[in-house]
């Protein structure tokens, strides 16, 4: 199978690779660059571990093929934190125990920094429905959604 060559850019780094056409975006991502964050689970969709922002909209990397996101801009759990500093997010769900095994916390993070960067006062169940793409099968969800939570009442304190 022939090899093509794509450009992408993760977490602000712009890389060159060669992937077969079959690629999932997921194992590019993993064994190819070394962003190893977005972790494979399900491999249909479902559990989430493996979401990422490809040109700012959350996806399931394993559902995408890496050929697809030729050019793109994409995010990686290793894109959130800022020199290493933690944001805020990732703060509360340290605070809040809103992660057990970690497993899905990449995907939860993705997927609750997404919802917090369109609704910076999201209710309860607008925070459920954010994450109900997102499989825990540690935590039960009630500290994810505290964790979520706070982060929108502290980010709306430094309005």
């Keep these: 199978m022939s090899e093509h060559e794509i450009s992408v850019t993760v977490n602000g780094e712009r890389h060159e690779l060669a992937v077969e056409p079959r690629t999932l975006l997921v194992t590019a991502l993993r064994d190819e660059l070394g962003y190893t964050g977005a972790n494979v689970g399900c491999e249909t969709g479902r559990c989430g571990t493996c979401t990422v922002a490809v040109n700012g909209e959350t996806i399931k990397s394993c559902t995408r093929l890496a050929v697809q996101t030729d050019g793109a801009e994409i995010e990686t759990v290793e894109g959130l934190a800022d020199d290493g500093d933690l944001t805020p997010l990732q703060e509360s769900f340290q605070e809040h125990h ?3 095994c970690g497993y899905c916390t990449p995907g939860m993070l993705l997927s609750a920094d997404a919802l917090l960067a369109t609704n910076d006062d999201p209710t309860r169940e ?12 540690c935590t039960g969800y009630q500290n994810i959604v505290d964790a979520i939570e706070a982060t929108a009442d502290r980010l709306g304190e430094r309005r």
């Design 98 to 100: 809103g992660l057990q």
């Design 126 to 137: 607008e925070i459920r429905e954010a994450i109900e793409g997102n499989l825990c099968r």
